[in-house]
């Protein structure tokens, strides 16, 4: 499973690449509003940062200016996938820059049927909002069951990009089902480092080895 981060925070972004963690980022309108300094310089350092897909989202709702900003932020990199939002206009977009050879992330994706027709329209990734169905009181992981259902059964490329992830119980389940993509908030992937038992346990080797050089003061690793 690739695990992107969801985020346009630059520092996080170096943090866990340099950790080898990070196969691409996510980020939206909300994310870039979130950050200091000019989000297209901060757009165009993610791309370099990151070798993977760097997914950028248009804010035009009309075909013909989806259109235009998807070719503007393709510019930024090679790497660049342009999110568009799931509506009919969107699905015409993905439908023309698919067939251009620019990739597209068809988002805020909460039913089985939306994925289905995103994948039609040619979408690389769909991004259904687990977090988000959640929060009103419906099982967002139920929809990823779902997607993965009908992609297998008719051999679908698109890839299942889990988004609006909560907690690292998340990643597990969808892990489970077989999703293609998680793209996670930092405090999520920082979470699914820790374990209370490898914190107990490395301070016990510590104190250990400190009671060693009690005996042994010369005494190097
Ligand atoms: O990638 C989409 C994600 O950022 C939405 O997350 O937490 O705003 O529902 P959230």
Not at 37 to 62: A, F, R, W, Y
Not at 109 to 131: D, E
Not at 167 to 188: C, E, F, R
Request: proline residues 5%.
């Amino acid at each position: 499973m690739k695990i992107f981060l969801d985020t346009a925070n630059l520092e996080s972004i170096k943090k866990f690449n340099d950790m080898g963690l990070l196969d691409g980022i996510t980020t939206n309108p909300s994310l870039l509003s979130k950050e200091k300094g000019n989000p297209k310089n901060t757009m165009e350092e993610i791309t370099k940062i990151i070798k993977g897909d760097v997914s950028l989202e248009v804010v035009s709702t009309e075909y013909s200016g989806m259109m235009e900003e998807g070719k503007r932020l393709r510019e930024y990199g090679d790497n660049v996938v342009v999110k568009v939002p799931m509506t009919p206009d969107g699905l015409k977009a993905c439908k023309s820059l698919s067939s251009e050879g620019i990739p597209v992330n068809v988002t805020l994706i909460f039913s089985p049927n939306q994925a289905l027709l995103a994948a039609k329209s040619g979408a690389k990734y769909v991004s259904p909002f687990i977090g988000r169905l959640d929060d009103i009181g419906q099982d967002g992981m139920h929809l990823i069951e779902d997607i993965r259902e009908i992609f297998d059964n008719y051999d679908f490329e698109t890839e299942i990009l889990v988004a609006s992830i909560r907690h690292p119980i998340h990643v597990v389940d969808a892990a489970k089902i077989g999703a293609d993509v998680v793209t996670l908030p930092p405090v999520v992937l920082e979470k699914m480092m820790q374990h209370p038992l490898t914190k107990i346990g490395l301070e016990n080797f510590l104190a250990d080895w400190e009671k060693l050089k009690a005996g042994n003061p010369d005494i190097k690793i």
